[in-house]
């Protein structure tokens, strides 16, 4: 028997001309977890889709078992061992969790075609205890869930197939610390029952501490496996995206005014968020740092006119406006890309043109209220010229982009709209290293020409590498407040935690 679960040689695969891998490889030992890394449009996703028969190779061989495989589809990928956890969720909401989990694989009575569901509910809950799964119950509609829940749900489905290698895409994308390290368990269980994991994410410090082995794909190319202990950030930095990385976050050396930009007193949702005051400057970013549930999304949707407040004011360059939906909020040049953009921040079977010019269109429409297609055209190349995004055309659908470029459509449209003050909620969440340094190009430049910008994060680098000053939420009050020069990581978790 052979040590690889898995060998992946020279896979090629094309979209209409367009190269989309050209001679990838995998190889994965058995009971490791192997990561798979590289820039969005590297190519990864495209091999995953190939391994689990939703795409079709046009060259290549896949060797899993020891034996020559031509996966056709997602099912016959299941039968042989093969499971995924996909980075967009696919449960059916209006199902219960047991009925999602053990779906098209209920246990029957012995009346043939009968599900037995106090077995489909007690297999749920066996599988969720072995897990350490806890707190949820197998009868729970999976429309109350939150979406870390959901994650662990999928997490637990991709499980119950006995596979031997799970392919876990972003498996840690919307899931808080405590459920990241029930994932790791779960991770280390798996290994000992000698099932490898495809480990896809561009958390570096979770490729770091859980993985055993790195490959590394970029433009559609295989550029090389090492052992994790052998490869530095330096090194798997250069290999993804083939420069140096050394100014990693992107800040010049700017001069902050006193000039406010927007101004907000005692805001207050009654059951999430309280007495929220705070500011940010004329050519700040404000670093917005908590925990998930924290109310900080909350706070700025209510900013943004997309939830309803009981008390408080907002000021913009010192007079008093009044946001009560998203039409005020743009009205006043405000704008906010949103923390989910495939749920909320775009049209994914629309084409980039309508994606970018959705809120602009007040201003491209004829007396008709018909579009001008040629100022259109024009409005929409300009922007997405000058933030890089890469689309073969205006026509491309934009689920077809890869997450840098969806989100950097989500800046365009809002960008289009000549905002004063852009408010971020997690901008860089789902993209690869080269493009989270893109997005911080972009956001400097903002500030240069005066724009102010409120930006959620997650992440406590980008906080501190990105940020001029940083306030701190916690149970829906402001905690804490610091100049990025004052404040450290340890400071921020102080202020964020219980």
């Known amino acids: 028997m052979s040590d690889y679960i898995l060998q992946m040689k020279g896979i090629k695969k094309r979209f209409s001309g367009v190269i989309a891998l050209s001679g990838a490889n995998l190889m994965v030992k058995r009971g490791t977890v192997h990561a798979l890394v590289g820039e969005n449009g590297a190519g990864k996703s495209t091999l995953m889709k190939v391994l689990i028969g939703l795409y079709h190779a046009d060259e290549g061989e896949i060797i899993f078992n020891d034996k020559h495989v031509n996966i056709s589809s997602i099912h016959q990928a299941l039968n042989l061992g093969i499971s995924m956890i996909h980075q967009e969720l696919s449960s059916i909401m209006d199902m219960r969790i047991c009925d999602n989990v053990f779906l098209g694989r209920e246990p029957e009575i012995k009346v043939k075609g009968f599900i037995n569901d106090g077995k489909l509910i007690k297999n749920t809950a066996d599988l969720f205890e072995s897990l350490g799964i806890k707190g949820i119950s197998p009868k729970e509609k999976m429309s109350n869930l939150s979406v870390a829940r959901l994650q662990m749900v999928e997490i637990a489905k991709a499980v119950s197939y006995n596979s031997d290698l799970i392919i876990m895409d972003e498996p840690t994308s919307a899931i808080s610390e405590a459920e990241v390290e029930m994932l790791f368990n779960i991770i280390s269980s798996l290994k000992k029952k000698n099932i490898a994991i495809i480990y896809i994410s561009h958390k570096m410090d979770e490729i770091y501490k859980i993985t055993d082995e ?13 052992p994790t202990s052998e490869m530095t950030r330096d090194m798997l930095y250069t290999m993804m995206i083939n420069r140096d990385l050394k100014n990693y976050f992107v800040k010049s050396k700017r001069e902050i005014g006193n000039e406010i930009a927007l101004e907000v007193r005692n805001l207050s949702c009654k059951g999430v968020f309280d007495d929220i005051s705070f500011n940010v400057k004329k050519g700040e970013i404000l670093g917005i740092a908590g925990l998930m549930g924290a109310g900080r999304t909350e706070i700025v949707e209510s900013i943004f006119g997309l939830r309803k407040t009981n008390a408080g004011e907002i ?4 007079e008093k406006i009044t946001i009560n939906n998203v039409a005020d909020a743009i009205k006043n040049k405000l704008s906010l890309a949103t923390e989910d953009r495939k749920q909320f921040g775009l049209f994914l079977e629309l084409p980039v043109k309508q994606n970018v010019s959705i809120c602009y269109l007040s201003e491209i429409c004829n007396k008709l209220l018909l579009v001008k297609k040629n100022k259109e055209i024009q409005k929409v190349t300009d922007i997405i010229s000058a933030l890089r995004v890469k689309t073969p055309s205006l026509a491309q659908f934009v689920k077809n982009l890869s997450g840098g470029n969806q989100q950097k459509v989500v800046l365009s449209k809002w960008l289009l709209t000549s905002p004063d003050i852009l408010i971020l909620d997690e901008p860089t969440r789902g993209i690869d290293v080269g493009a989270k340094t893109e997005i911080y190009n972009i956001m ?7 724009k102010a910008i409120i930006m959620i994060s997650s992440e406590m680098p980008e906080i501190l590498g990105v940020s001029d000053r940083i306030i701190v939420v916690r149970g829906g009050k402001i905690t804490g407040e610091f100049a990025v020069e004052e404040a450290t990581q340890e400071k921020i978790i102080k202020c964020a935690s219980y």
């Open 214 to 226: 790195i490959t590394v794909l970029r433009d559609g190319e295989y550029i090389g496996t090492k």
């Open 444 to 450: 400097d430049n903002l500030t240069k020409q005066g």
């Open 315 to 318: 000021y913009k360059s010192g």
